[in-house]
């Protein structure tokens, strides 16, 4: 695996020509939650088929990969055929399942699945020699190597993004903190404010009413919070560091992060200090949003 950060989407096409005709192969990859490579070949070329999968597997940890080899051939005459033995048995399951004999719909569903109609050059199997095999093989090896490059390059500028949301959020961070620094002052105008109101401040001791001012503060104390933002955001620079299959770390980090940023909110006594907490979510969001291309 390489050691930068990569993208899961990306685009690639390789083509070439030999006397047999020209051939293409292209490439598309997308987010996908593990990875999931697809290669549609024509008939007679399947052990080329494998070889894309394989070079695939070696590279890639996730994404949805859609892969496509097209073949014209010299000569040819574009023809398409129907596996009439696969049609048949597909129709006995159907009749056995639903109990009733397929209709034209039904029909036209199940020549839909891959095998049953095949579609390209009348003479393409006649041309899947061996030199013909290899060389599309070297195709794909060079098509997924370019897949790579391209998933690499989107990667760097997702670094590079990431990068700037983790510095944002060490600067708000370090902004909580110093309006973290007002609370216990806050909460002690405000609890003597509340007791003015309800006129009760003849009827609280000094001593009960410090105890209520350092329950509140202690409530109020976000030092571990400000503590486990700025751990969560060496461990991203460190993510980002590592390179390799981290998107799913990043999106965990991400719920961290969120997590610790409610939190911050829910026990702040000033305006700024929640609105520094606002910020820090907004700056999650879309730390998360562009985590999610990770590999």
């Known amino acids: 695996m390489s050691a930068r950060v990569s993208s899961m989407t990306g ?13 293409a192969i292209e490439a598309k990859s997308v987010n996908g939650r593990s990875l999931d490579v697809r290669v549609n070949v024509p008939g007679g070329f399947e052990e080329v088929e494998r070889a894309i999968k394989q070079a695939a597997s070696k590279l890639f940890a996730r994404g949805n ?3 496509g080899l097209r073949i014209e051939v010299s000569g040819g005459v574009e023809t398409l055929s129907v596996n009439h033995d696969a049609l048949q048995q597909l129709l006995r399951a159907f009749e056995k399942a639903s109990g009733r004999a ?16 095949e579609t390209g050059q009348s003479s393409t199997r006649a041309v899947a020699s061996e030199e013909a095999v290899a060389a599309l093989q070297a195709g794909g090896d060079d098509l997924v190597a370019q897949l ?14 990431l990068s700037g949301y983790l510095a944002e959020m060490a600067r708000v961070v370090d902004e909580a903190e110093a309006l973290a620094a007002d609370q216990p002052k806050l909460l002690k105008a405000r609890l003597e404010k509340q007791l003015a109101e309800l006129d009760a401040s003849d009827k609280v001791d000094g001593e009960r009413l410090a105890a209520e001012i350092a329950l509140s503060v202690a409530k109020a104390d976000v030092r571990e919070e400000i503590d486990r933002l700025r751990a969560h955001i060496e461990s991203g620079r ?8 981290i998107g799913r770390k990043l999106d965990f980090l991400a719920q961290e992060f969120n997590r610790e ?16 907490g606002l910020a820090l979510k907004g700056l999650v969001d879309q730390f998360k949003e562009q985590a999610a291309n990770v590999e």
């Open 11 to 23: 685009f690639a096409r390789v083509s070439g020509e030999a006397d047999w005709g020209s051939w």
């Open 261 to 276: 940023a409610n939190t911050l909110c829910s026990k702040s006594a000033s305006l700024d200090l929640t609105n520094a």
């Open 65 to 67: 990969i859609q892969i």
């Open 238 to 245: 460190g993510l980002l560091k590592q390179g390799a299959p």
């Open 148 to 161: 790579n490059a391209a998933r690499l390059e989107e990667g760097a500028a997702l670094e590079e993004m």
């Open 102 to 117: 397929a209709d034209l719909g039904a029909i036209a569903s199940l020549m839909g699945i891959k095998g049953v109609v």
